[in-house]
């Protein structure tokens, strides 16, 4: 594509170059530049991508984008931006022929909640015999496209490039899990969003974005990306109540509490295996059972299925997804036992998760709840104590352990922990930095009855400790100690 094609229709500062130059793909890392490339020269919070524009021309850059004026003694393309990350999307949409245009687009931002709304989403298009493509927290999949997510919401030419990917291929439907940072980023500018889904607000994130309001703020970004969407918003959430108040135009409000909500949870129970509600919206009634567990659940498939509704899915596939979803990687996902005690392995990694987690073990649990987790490092420190806490009061036994501790000491940060937790009474938990060994110490005090949880990481199967990472997932790890438990047992 001509270089004057990339920019058509976006402002810029200024462009010094051939405008007739062939652009053969758009980077941001000059590492991964190849001859004929344009290099995006981004502002990062620890590099600077100007810093590196000499070795994107030594790799054969036909173009610099940058939000600084051209160096005087520089004699290739250059064109400065305004904004260049927003110009960056911008180009990336017009390099990859604005694949958003030719499928129905949904994006989901919110705390809690994104991902496994994508999963429910995803599985009621397919029982409605659509091509869904899901690019999120755990794997960017769909037709034509299979692999791990390096990080929820990828930079604006790899999401472009994915979506063109998969429309290739047949989608009919793109599902993004859409963070904070990325919209802070400007990431999914350029993106047709058709629907704009908020699950949800409460402490993360706030070492970055300083404050409840300045993350709100954030999150709200996606309702405005596109003012032609349909907003889907959980109206039980305060935050929820504030973007309503705050947006024009047509909103599906879901709820589990007003039944003047359009989307109503209108009757609702929790059995071992699942949970069973009647969902009232505007022309009726719908049963559903679903194999997934908890009140959070819920909320959950009520925005799944408000989403749907709006895509006017038919009812017998929103009945037939909602039903088929048996589980999300690392969302309260069950570690099968011979053992008679139900392990369950979460993502939960701040206070409000954890404290669902939490409740959802206590409605089901016959015995103890015995808890594992940590926190992680380089991140808001503000949670520990009430993670601590939370611990203390919902759970029988606690074990504090690692996280992913990054630069900070993981002793300090179990010790922030505990100072928590030491609030609702004396001998309630222990404390053991080893991870694996934490888990161990979990299974070995478990009877039949009881609810191990394994809280924190999740679907992550790495750990970060100083600039080191390791392989280690919480799923293996306690199956390898299960094959060993099990082996003592018979020896």
């Not at 190849?34 to 981004?42: E, H, S």
């Not at 998969?166 to 940072?181: F, Q, R």
């Not at 504090?400 to 010790?415: A, K, M, Q, V, Y």
């Not at 080893?434 to 750990?463: C, F, M, N, P, W």
């Amino acid at each position: 594509m001509k270089l004057k094609e990339v920019f058509s229709g976006i402002p810029v500062v200024s462009f010094s170059g051939n405008k007739e130059k062939t652009i053969t793909e758009i980077s941001y890392s000059s590492k991964t530049v190849n001859p004929g490339n344009m290099f995006a020269a981004l502002k990062g919070e620890k590099t600077n991508g100007i810093n590196f524009v000499d070795e994107a021309i030594s790799r054969g850059a036909a173009a610099i984008l940058s939000e600084q004026k051209k160096p005087d003694k520089f004699a290739g393309t250059w064109i400065q931006a305004f904004d260049a990350r927003e110009t960056l999307a911008l180009c990336s949409a017009n390099f990859f022929g604005h694949p958003s245009q030719y499928m129905k687009i949904l994006g989901i931002t919110g705390t809690k909640g994104k991902t496994t709304v994508s999963y429910l989403i995803e599985e009621i298009l397919k029982q409605a015999s659509f091509k869904p493509g899901v690019i999120g927290t755990i794997f960017y999949r769909g037709p034509g496209l299979s692999r791990k997510a390096v990080r929820t919401t990828p930079e604006a030419p790899d999401l472009q490039r994915m979506m063109k990917t998969m429309l290739d291929k047949g989608a009919t439907h793109n599902i993004l899990e859409i963070s904070s940072h990325s919209l802070e980023m400007k990431r999914p500018v350029g993106i047709d969003f058709d629907v704009a889904i908020f699950t949800n607000l409460s402490g993360e994130h706030l070492d970055y974005h300083r404050s409840m309001e300045k993350y709100f703020s954030a999150k709200k970004k996606l309702f405005s990306l596109n003012r032609k969407s349909m907003a889907v918003i959980n109206t039980d959430d305060p935050w929820g109540q504030k973007l309503v108040a705050q947006l024009p135009g047509e909103i599906i409000t879901c709820s589990l509490e007003s039944d003047t909500a359009l989307v109503y949870a209108k009757q609702y129970s929790f059995i071992e295996k699942g949970i069973k509600l009647s969902v009232k919206f505007s022309a009726g009634t719908l049963s559903l059972s679903s194999p997934l567990l908890g009140k959070p659940n819920i909320y959950n498939i009520l925005t799944a299925v408000a989403a749907a509704l709006t895509l006017k899915v038919p009812l017998a596939a929103i009945k037939a997804g909602i039903a088929e979803l048996k589980g999300v990687p690392g969302r309260f996902e069950k570690i099968e036992n011979p053992f008679g005690f139900h392990i369950f392995v979460d993502y939960a990694h701040t206070d409000n998760p954890l404290k669902n987690l939490l409740e959802t073990a206590r409605t089901l649990c016959k015995g103890q709840v015995i808890l594992t987790f940590g926190a992680g490092g380089d991140r808001d420190k503000t949670k520990r104590f009430r993670m601590g806490e939370i611990a203390g009061k919902l759970s029988d036994w606690t074990i504090i352990t690692s996280d992913n501790p990054r630069s900070e000491d993981p002793l300090s940060i179990i010790s922030q922990i505990e100072e928590g937790i030491k609030t609702t009474g004396p001998g309630k938990y222990e404390i053991q930095p080893d991870r694996k060994t934490a888990v161990k110490t979990a299974l070995s005090k478990a009877r039949k009855g009881d609810y191990i949880l394994i809280a924190g990481k999740g679907h992550e199967d790495y750990q970060i400790t100083g600039n080191k990472t390791i392989h280690f997932d919480d799923k293996e790890v306690a199956r390898k100690i299960l094959k060993e438990m099990e082996a003592k047992q018979v020896g």
